[in-house]
T-cell receptor
């Protein structure tokens, strides 16, 4: 089975801190994604990556950056955390470049910024 | 604007009945549509995919329909069980080239014993 893991289930940070969220998948998937999920808004795509060292902006990239140094690992970075970044963050991966493929999600990280 | 809508109100049904969830979209011509299940505090899990040229897809107690004229997908769970209680998300590709999947906000389903 595909396994997507995220470094933390719950995280509490202070405004202005730099925050790192890590995601690892073990199935050699090419594509990886970071979403945030807020009540009533659904999943919104922050960034995605087709390949190592590749990244593409999603719908809401402002305030975030990403890093993909290895195929299995995709990191989301909040350069200076703000309260409006309090949310559930979900990482996903998928095999192949077609958007036809199902996405495999990690368990999520509930981030609270105080 | 581009939009995908699911009932924001929770759906409450009795065990054994059929649950029907709706997904409507505007301004898209998706090649396919997916349904996911999400339990509280967890990531979504893929359930079914239906292509634009398929009217209906079944998997065990699940059935999905896709009406590209109405721009609507219906998701049915027959003989529902309390274990089916979860939030169900629909997702579609925007068919704009590249990789872009849009998710709905989900509908919460409660199945009472």
């Amino acid at each position: 089975d595909v396994k997507v893991t995220q470094s933390s289930r719950y995280l509490v940070k202070r405004t202005g801190e730099k925050v790192f969220l890590e995601c690892v998948q073990d199935m050699d998937h090419e594509n990886m994604f970071w979403y945030r999920q807020d009540p009533g808004l659904g999943l919104r795509l922050i960034y995605f990556s087709y390949d190592v060292k590749m990244k593409e902006k999603g719908d809401i990239p402002e305030g975030y950056s990403v890093s993909r140094e290895k195929k299995e690992r995709f990191s989301l970075i909040l350069e200076s955390a703000s309260t409006n970044q309090t949310s559930m963050y979900l990482c996903a991966s998928t095999l192949g470049v077609s958007s036809y493929n199902e996405q495999f999600f990690g368990p999520g990280t509930r981030l609270t910024v105080l | 604007s581009q939009k995908i809508e699911q009932n924001s109100e929770a759906l409450n049904i009795q065990e054994g009945k059929t649950a029907t969830l709706t997904c409507n979209y505007t301004n898209y011509s998706p090649a396919y549509l997916q349904w996911y299940r999400q339990d509280p505090g967890r990531g979504p899990v893929f359930l079914l995919l239906i292509r634009e040229n398929e009217k209906e897809k079944r998997k065990e107690r699940l059935k999905v329909t896709f009406d590209t004229t109405l721009k609507q997908s219906l998701f049915h769970i027959t003989a529902s069980q309390p274990a089916d209680s979860a939030t169900y998300l629909c997702a579609l590709d925007t068919n704009t080239g590249g990789f872009k999947t849009i998710f709905g906000a989900g509908t919460r389903l409660f199945v009472k014993a």
